[in-house]
Each structure stands twice: as structure tokens, then as C-alpha cells.
């Protein structure tokens, strides 16, 4: 697969520059070997280089994964999370209001990338405090001696 890759480089490059999105980038880097996550954690590196720096995409899309979708029913019980269209809307809402709670504390204005990620984040910190279901890691804690 490595081999595939830096023998299609410039190829992948091209495609890529070309279509200056995250969602494309996404899909252009996915492999039989590479699914959608780890595309996508590609693209974000991506996003903070010359090669997606200027993406069309960044405040309009990032790939809802199930984590995402399970702390955005946190926020929202009720809400229909049930695909990526819907998932992204409720991104986009909090990206929306984050300024007005969060611009005083942040070095930078969030992206949905921020969003998604801090949705998954609370899922799994929500799942663990209201003990939901056995999160599989275990914090040991910093030994100090």
C-alpha cells in the first residue's frame, strides 16, 4: 500500500489540489486498505499543510463518525443523527454559536473539524461520568515515582 501511494504521488497531489476540498481529499486517499477514518485523519494532517491549507470545505464539512453521532444526541436526545447530512447540520449549528461562548478562550476560530472532534470527545467523557456502558481503556493515572 505505501508503495501504491508514493508511486501515485504526484497523481494523488494533483487530484487533490484540484478539488481543494476536505470531503474530496477524503475520498481520493481511500484505498481498499485505507477506510474512512483513517482517510480522514490523513486529510486533517493535510488541512495543516500547503496542500489543503486553503480547502473550500473547512467550516462546511469533517466525517461524522459514530462518535460524533453519539455526542450530538447528547446535546440533542431527540435529534435524528441517523446519517452524515443530518449529523453535519448539528455540527454546523454549534460551530455557529461557538464564537459567542467560546472566542474570549480560544487562540483561533474553530473549524467543523474542532466540532467533531470535540463531540466525540464528550461521548466518550459523558459514557464514562453517567457510566452509559464500560469504556475498554482504563486511565491508570501519572505515576510519579
Known amino acids: 500500500l505505501v508503495k501504491k501511494v508514493y508511486d501515485e504521488k504526484e497523481e494523488l497531489y494533483r487530484r487533490i489540489k484540484e478539488k481543494n476540498t ?9 484505498r481498499p486498505l485505507i477506510a474512512g477514518f483513517l482517510s480522514y485523519e490523513m486529510v486533517t494532517d ?5 496542500v489543503l491549507n486553503t480547502a473550500t470545505d473547512i467550516m462546511t464539512w469533517a466525517n461524522p463518525g459514530p462518535g460524533c453521532e ?11 443523527f441517523s446519517n452524515e447530512e443530518v449529523c453535519i447540520q448539528g455540527m454546523r449549528l454549534l460551530l455557529d454559536i461557538s464564537p ?44 510519579n515515582g
Request: charged share 35%; net charge positive.
Open 100 to 143: 459567542k461562548y467560546l472566542e474570549p478562550h480560544i487562540p483561533r476560530p474553530l473549524e467543523m473539524r474542532d466540532i467533531e472532534m470535540v463531540s466525540c470527545e464528550v461521548d466518550k467523557m459523558w459514557r464514562i461520568k453517567y457510566n452509559k456502558e464500560n469504556y475498554r481503556r482504563k486511565y491508570k493515572g501519572i505515576d
Open 70 to 80: 453519539r455526542g450530538l444526541r447528547w446535546i440533542w436526545p431527540e435529534g435524528p
Open 22 to 30: 476536505l470531503q474530496d481529499a477524503c475520498k481520493i486517499i481511500q
Open 46 to 50: 493535510l488541512r495543516h499543510s500547503p
